[in-house]
């Protein structure tokens, strides 16, 4: 039964790496919008735990659940804060980029991919 994948190593003429083997602009660029990602898959689970930590406030019956439920709250809503701070600049270096670079012009699909970015850049802005 033959493989079904054929792995291979990046060769040096691969355009996404150097002859010494590290990485061109492009990789790192394409590194950095995969943290970007994870960081902004991170962002919606706080946001559905933001949601939830609100309906249990409003679910509360005590001053003292309420009180806790509040707590809770807020420390969500202040990792929510901190990590977005964290993502939005690198949100506005990848933006200047693209423009700067004019990266429209040397990837067909970059147009799509930069305004995917300036949707991502207004949801979580």
Known sequence: MGTLWNWTRPSPSTTLF???????????????ISSISLALQELEELSVNIDRKQQQ??????????????????QVKDTFTKEAKTIHPKLNSIQESLAKEGAAAHWPSAEIRHNQLLVLIGRYS
Do not use: D, H, M, N
């Open 18 to 32: 150097s002859k010494r083997g590290t990485a061109t602009p492009w990789a790192k660029f394409f590194q950095e």
């Open 57 to 74: 406030v409003l679910c509360c019956t005590t001053e003292e659940s309420i009180y806790k439920e509040k707590q809770e709250l807020s």
